[in-house]
């Protein structure tokens, strides 16, 4: 079999495993009949086809260099593909060896200890005194968006990332999106791409959104994160390459891993911090009502939490390997990551539901983070730019990433 052939049989394998789990395929955009002659097959049967489709991968002869990156990716999507059949049919791999299963990546371990210089930091920029989760609930109180504002800031905000993104990125002129607000979700949105460079935005409005996830969420969903890396990969390397391996979007492989770390590194990229700042006090933060004075503080405290966010992979790892209860995540969350009983409440329920997927956000964040600025530093845009599309043209794991 040759490497497209095997491709084709990895769709059809991927295709039927979300026969098994309805969240499993994202995305897809291949031929129609395809899908429809999916059938429902027994987990042994789809873990014997994905054995004997790696044994073919892996006995493919040397490919031309040109090809050498989508063949080591394809290898690292099946061996994902076959780490899930297990999952499905009753593995439980300990947190750091699923997501070395799944991500081919393994996020550091870490204590609790890890975070105090962080805490301390914030204990001196948040006003009050006491504890650090109310002070910052309290203060964060003033820049939830008003429901009635949503959409107009949201709208803004995408349109503002959208136009930055077409600065840099040959955008088709047919692409579009919809966005639409639902409830009683895990995630606060997410990005249904529904093929031929068109997305459907879903946006959670379970509990108010915070003024810094208007930008966030148009970049991480829309442009330049999930909407554009799909549209890409479909354009590009399905339709004129004819690697079909990437008509599917499997949600648990390493695809999962470079999409939620582009998307998030795709918000910085299109708002580097001082244009974004300007963005939020001109434009976004009075389209809000919220006083722009606050902006600059505020966005020094959101610098500063960021960098908690590796403690809900040390609460995931702990939680799902089963070292604490869910009374301690929660506590842990709330101290740690400092989100609100709801918010963290929220959080440990999409733990629960997507186990290590949570390290695709912040590890894959800073890995092709590390990836781009290695090779386009952190100050010309346009290098910066160039470096990541080609990234999202030429998908890697986090371990060739690192290459
Ligand atoms: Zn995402």
């Excluded at 339709?239 to 999409?259: D, I």
């Excluded at 911090?273 to 959101?302: S, W």
Aim: net charge negative; charged share 20%; proline share 5%.
């Amino acid at each position: 079999m040759t490497l497209n052939e095997i491709a084709e049989a990895y769709v059809k394998l991927v295709l039927a495993i979300g026969q098994h789990d309805a969240d499993y395929v994202d995305a897809y955009y291949g031929p129609a009949a395809w899908q429809a002659e999916t059938i429902k097959q027994p987990l042994a049967a789809l873990l014997q086809q994905a054995d004997a489709l790696l044994r073919q991968a892996q006995a493919l002869p040397a490919p031309a260099p040109a090809q050498q990156c989508r063949q080591d990716f394809f290898l690292r999507l099946l061996a994902a593909a076959r780490a899930y059949i297990a999952q499905l049919a009753g593995t439980r791999l300990p947190f750091d060896a699923e997501s070395a299963a799944l991500y081919d990546a393994v996020s550091p371990a870490l204590n609790p200890a890890d975070f105090d210089a962080i805490l301390a930091e914030l204990d001196q920029l948040l006003p009050g005194q006491g504890e650090l989760n109310a002070r910052l609930s309290a203060y964060q109180r003033a820049f939830e968006i008003p429901r009635d504002k949503l959409d107009a800031v949201f709208s803004a905000a995408i349109a503002e990332a959208r136009a930055r993104t077409r600065r840099y990125i040959d955008l088709p002129p047919n692409e579009d999106f919809h966005v639409e607000y639902v409830q009683d979700k895990v995630w606060s949105a997410y990005n249904w791409y529904k093929g031929d460079s068109y997305s459907l935005i879903q946006v959670n409005t379970d509990l108010p959104m915070f003024i810094s996830r208007a930008i966030d969420l148009a970049s991480h969903e829309g442009y330049p994160g999930h909407h554009v890396f799909n549209l890409l990969v479909e354009q590009q390397l399905v339709r004129q390459n004819g690697w079909m391996e990437y008509c599917v979007c499997p949600l648990y492989s390493p695809m999962s891993f470079l999409a939620e770390g582009s998307a998030n590194y795709g918000i910085e990229i299109a708002f580097p911090h001082a244009e974004r700042l300007q963005f939020e006090k001109e434009t976004l933060f009075p389209l809000a009502g919220i006083n722009p004075d606050l902006a600059e503080r505020y966005y020094q405290i959101q610098a500063v939490l960021q960098k908690l966010s590796y403690a809900g992979n040390m609460v995931a790892q702990r939680y799902l390997d089963g070292e604490i209860a869910e009374p301690a995540a929660l506590a842990m969350l709330m101290k740690y990551a400092l989100s609100d009983q709801q918010r963290s409440t929220q959080r440990l329920r999409f733990i629960e539901r997507l186990r290590s997927y949570v390290i695709n956000y912040n590890l894959g964040q800073d890995t092709v983070q590390a990836y781009v600025e290695r090779r386009a530093g952190s100050e010309n845009a346009q290098q910066r730019w160039q470096v990541f599309a080609e990234l999202l043209l030429q998908p890697k794991s986090a371990a060739m990433m690192a290459e």
